[in-house]
């Protein structure tokens, strides 16, 4: 042997010693009595006290753990078990527990019997601290996704479920039959029929639309769909994404309760397209519906109808019963007309008592009569308003579809038209459209047009009546009556253009003028040397209705210099009908500006006399149509008698008109009536020739 060194017990155990100083991991040797024999370099380093400190003191004095199973790993170990290996906690001579791997293993000697143990433990605190660190966030994130209302679930590349929230698990489990079938663990591509609610093709679209999300064809996907439980209707919003970044491939699913959202649509649907009093379509769905049904007509060459109804006389039931029994009726009158078509057949609400019905395939022009007049009949049964039975009926226009009308707008113009015409008829009736309601109505247009420039052309003019005193035959007044040369159709009459100019309120300015020139004419004939007469003018309502009379009529009689006492102002019956109280004051202050009033047509209203009674009238005109029948109906001239009677009673002045023929005048002057007004004497006749007349006397 040479001098090699040899290795001797000693040399070892100093080696081995040195070696345990130097390993990263704390080697603590215990014996029997679990006394520490050995603590390593790495131990002092963990635990915070050195080997002199624990050499020779009970483990348990520097091993304090929490944990009592330790204890028990270690007496297993001195017992001569096998190696333990676990993860436990431990406390340290510092601050903060540790975490280590400990694993023991028996120390035996050289029979075999355990004289000790020698455990290792390796540091992993800070792994423990990143794991717990990474549970607590997991934890804290499922605590956000559970408490989210969204129905959440995330599925892997197969379509299988590995994820749901709470919401999507209760909302399993409260609405279908099969829950788990929406859980973890199923595919979710052959179970999303089961929430998708009703449509078969809902589910297979959203399964469509999950199958492309996840090849990528689709960034995201969402559908809006239904699910009808037995007590009410949900909506909801599904979509799907994909799981962002790497990773294996993720899909979010995710269902938004979007049923409040819906009913505030429905909502707001309902109100802009149904009348809120009958409920019926109005008229932006009307004119929507009607445009489909125009378009599919003519796709598959069929006809189609519109009635267009206006009730009869609705403004006399409103005004005399009131605004609640008018909805009402008209609340009737829908339930009515939906029950006379069929449910393909649209009934609409225009506005005010106007509706419409459109029927979309009418084979046969009977089959529209045999609606309108279903629709007749079943709006002539009476309806009970408060207590009240009401009879009402309706008039029809119908236009067909495409025989008079391409279009919606042209259709509704010519129903309209028709109904014209049905009212114009009598009422309770129906009409359909002709062509020559067309060309009427283009003529009216035209009239209409005209008689907006008929004042500045100079085509109006004044024709003149005398008014003759029956006693003395003496001419004591003169009634003007208006009339248009038109450029086209010659000398029109009022009976041509009068309610045009009412309903177009032409007749405001137009009157003025016919107050003007009266005025100024009457002046002038005075100014030169004629025996000053009474001139009287016709006022239409729509005149006494307009704020300015009282101050037009003024300024009129200072601009003409006319005395007041030479105008009569003719109004008609119907005045005394309406609010009285407002009459009263409007005639007093008319007979204050020092005129005279007449009531024109007396008679064929029916004026209360108590009414009648209140107004400073001058003048009662009766009506020629009681002339007329003089001799043929004992009525009118009972009539005539009373009205000259009542009119004397009440101290005013009577004159008649239409007076035509010497039987006539000799029955009035009989009775004692004033005046008589008639072709007797004189037709009306232009300025010239009545001046003429004039200058006779
Ligand atoms: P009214 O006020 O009752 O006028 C009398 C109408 O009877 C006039 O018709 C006159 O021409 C006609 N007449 C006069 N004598 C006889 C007769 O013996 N036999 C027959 N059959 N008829 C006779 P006209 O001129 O066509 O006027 C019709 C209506 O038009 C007038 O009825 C009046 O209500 C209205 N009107 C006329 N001019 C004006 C006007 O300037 N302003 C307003 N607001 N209305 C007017
Ligand atoms: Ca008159
Ligand atoms: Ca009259």
């Given at each position: 042997m040479t001098g090699s060194a040899t290795l001797t017990p000693d040399k070892l155990h100093s080696t081995l010693l040195s070696l345990l100083d130097s390993w990263p991991l704390a080697v603590v040797g215990l014996d029997l009595d679990e006394k520490i024999i050995s603590w390593n370099r790495a131990a002092e380093q963990i635990f915070g006290w050195a080997a002199a400190e624990t050499i020779g003191r009970p483990n348990s004095d520097f091993q304090q753990e929490p944990d009592p199973n330790t204890r028990r790993y270690l007496k297993r170990v001195l017992a001569g078990d096998p190696q333990v290996n676990k993860e436990v906690r431990l406390l340290t001579n510092r601050t903060q527990p540790i975490d280590v791997n400990w694993s023991a293993t028996p120390l035996r000697d050289s029979t075999g019997k355990p004289v000790g143990a020698l455990i290792l433990m390796e540091d992993i605190t800070t792994r423990k601290m990143l794991e717990r660190a990474q549970i607590e966030s997991e934890r804290f994130s499922r605590a956000i996704v559970d408490a989210l209302p969204q129905h959440l679930a995330i599925i892997d590349e197969t379509g299988t479920i590995i994820a749901v929230n709470k919401a999507w698990r209760d909302f399993a489990f409260a609405n279908s039959e099969q829950p788990e079938k929406l859980c973890e663990g199923t595919n979710y591509l052959d179970a999303c029929n089961v929430t998708t609610g009703d449509g078969v093709q809902e589910a297979e679209a959203y399964a469509q639309g999950i199958r492309a999300v996840m090849n990528g064809t689709l960034i995201e996907f969402s559908l809006e769909y239904s699910c009808h439980s037995p007590d009410h209707q949900h909506w909801y919003n599904g979509r799907v994404t994909r799981f962002p970044g790497e990773g294996p491939l993720r899909i979010v699913i995710t269902h938004d309760n979007i049923t409040e959202l819906k009913l505030a649509e429905k909502a707001i649907q309902q109100l802009a397209h149904y009348d809120t009093l009958t409920q019926l379509p109005n008229r932006m769905l009307l004119l929507d519906r009607l445009g489909q049904v125009l378009a599919k007509a003519k796709r598959e060459r069929q006809r189609a109808a519109i009635l267009f109804l206006d009730l009869d006389r609705f403004k006399l039931i409103n005004d005399s019963l009131g605004h609640a029994a008018g909805d009402k009726l008209l609340k009737i009158v829908a339930e009515r007309l939906n029950d006379c078509v069929r449910k393909s057949d649209t009934v609409a609400r225009l506005g005010g008592d106007e509706f419409i019905i459109v029927l979309p395939s009418v084979p046969q022009t009977e089959d529209v009569t045999?609606?309108?007049?279903?629709?007749?009949?079943?709006?002539?049964?009476?309806?009970?308003?408060?207590?009240?039975?009401?009879?009402?009926?309706?008039?029809?226009?119908?236009?067909?579809?495409?025989?008079?009308?391409?279009?919606?707008?042209?259709?509704?113009?010519?129903?309209?038209?028709?109904?014209?015409?049905?009212?114009?008829?009598?009422?309770?009736?129906?009409?359909?459209?002709?062509?020559?309601?067309?060309?009427?109505?283009?003529?009216?247009?035209?009239?209409?047009?005209?008689?907006?420039?008929?004042?500045?052309?100079?085509?109006?003019?004044?024709?003149?009546?005398?008014?003759?005193?029956?006693?003395?035959?003496?001419?004591?007044?003169?009634?003007?009556?208006?009339?248009?040369?038109?450029?086209?159709?010659?000398?029109?009459?009022?009976?041509?253009?009068?309610?045009?100019?009412?309903?177009?309120?032409?007749?405001?300015?137009?009157?003025?003028?016919?107050?003007?020139?009266?005025?100024?004419?009457?002046?002038?004939?005075?100014?030169?040397?004629?025996?000053?007469?009474?001139?009287?003018?016709?006022?239409?309502?729509?005149?006494?209705?307009?704020?300015?009379?009282?101050?037009?009529?003024?300024?009129?009689?200072?601009?003409?210099?006319?005395?007041?006492?030479?105008?009569?102002?003719?109004?008609?019956?119907?005045?005394?009908?309406?609010?009285?109280?407002?009459?009263?004051?409007?005639?007093?202050?008319?007979?204050?500006?020092?005129?005279?009033?007449?009531?024109?047509?007396?008679?064929?209203?029916?004026?209360?006399?108590?009414?009648?009674k209140q107004l400073p009238i001058d003048r009662l005109k009766i009506d020629h149509s009681f002339l007329q029948d003089l001799g043929s109906s004992a009525n009118s001239t009972a009539i005539i008698k009373t009205i000259i009677a009542m009119a004397h009673n009440l101290g005013t002045r009577v004159i008649a008109e239409g007076v035509e023929t010497n039987q006539q005048r000799d029955f009035l002057q009989e009775h004692g009536c004033d005046e008589i007004q008639g072709y007797y004497f004189s037709r009306p006749v232009p300025r010239d020739e009545f001046c003429k007349l004039l200058k006779t006397i």
């Open positions: 045999l609606i309108a007049q279903k629709v007749l009949h079943s709006l002539t049964r009476p309806v009970d308003l408060e207590g009240q039975e009401v009879f009402t009926s309706t008039s029809i226009g119908i236009a067909m579809y495409p025989a008079d009308g391409r279009d919606v707008d042209s259709l509704i113009r010519c129903a309209d038209m028709a109904m014209y015409r049905a009212k114009e008829t009598g009422r309770n009736t129906y009409q359909f459209f002709s062509a020559e309601m067309n060309q009427q109505m283009m003529q009216r247009l035209v009239m209409e047009n005209g008689l907006r420039h008929a004042l500045e052309r100079d085509e109006l003019h004044l024709h003149y009546q005398e008014q003759t005193d029956l006693a003395s035959g003496k001419i004591t007044g003169i009634e003007v009556l208006l009339r248009w040369q038109h450029p086209e159709l010659g000398l029109l009459a009022p009976a041509d253009f009068l309610h045009l100019a009412e309903e177009t309120g032409l007749i405001v300015p137009i009157g003025e003028w016919v107050l003007r020139m009266a005025c100024t004419q009457n002046q002038a004939w005075q100014e030169a040397g004629l025996p000053p007469l009474r001139i009287a003018v016709n006022l239409s309502e729509r005149q006494l209705n307009h704020y300015r009379l009282v101050d037009t009529i003024t300024r009129i009689l200072n601009e003409t210099q006319l005395s007041p006492q030479w105008l009569e102002l003719e109004l008609t019956e119907n005045l005394i009908n309406n609010n009285i109280h407002d009459t009263v004051e409007l005639l007093q202050k008319l007979k204050s500006l020092g005129v005279s009033l007449a009531i024109d047509d007396f008679g064929t209203g029916f004026s209360s006399l108590r009414n009648l």
